[in-house]
């Protein structure tokens, strides 16, 4: 199942042998990684002085989360947030309905992929 060490369960968490529910915590394990991966780059890029053009957004990033509070963008980041997640869960919904053939996590964006299947 998980080459080439074998199946790696400390927490037991797939005991219950629900193949469903594998394929969801495998999906959402991935998608969470994938949040926390833009999450860093995020925090080390303002940190390093990339900042977004305009005088709201000249602030560090412990003052970061208060100024757009106070800027009032932070219910249209909800929104879209919101949306993304949405589509999440339609793709979750796929998944679980059968209707797609995907791995987890593969979201059929192959535009900078390489032609060559092999290089895949």
């Keep these: 199942l998980q080459a080439p060490v ?6 037991g968490l797939a005991q ?3 193949a469903d529910a594998f394929k969801r ?19 080390i ?4 002085g990339l900042r977004v053009p305009g005088e709201p957004f000249q ?3 412990i003052e970061a989360h208060d100024a757009m509070v106070k800027f009032g963008s932070m219910p249209q980041i ?7 997640e949405v589509l999440g869960f339609l793709a979750i919904v796929n998944m679980y309905e059968g209707n797609t053939g995907r791995e987890a996590g593969d ?13 895949q």
């Design 107 to 119: 979201f059929g964006l192959r535009a900078l992929y390489p032609s060559d299947p092999k290089g």
């Design 25 to 43: 915590r495998r999906a959402v394990e991935l998608k969470h990684g994938r949040i926390c991966m833009l999450a860093t780059t995020g925090w």
């Design 78 to 84: 909800l929104c879209w947030l919101g949306i993304l």
């Design 6 to 11: 074998g199946f790696w369960d400390p927490l």
């Design 45 to 48: 890029a303002t940190d390093m």
């Design 16 to 18: 219950d042998g629900d």
């Design 59 to 61: 602030v560090s990033t």
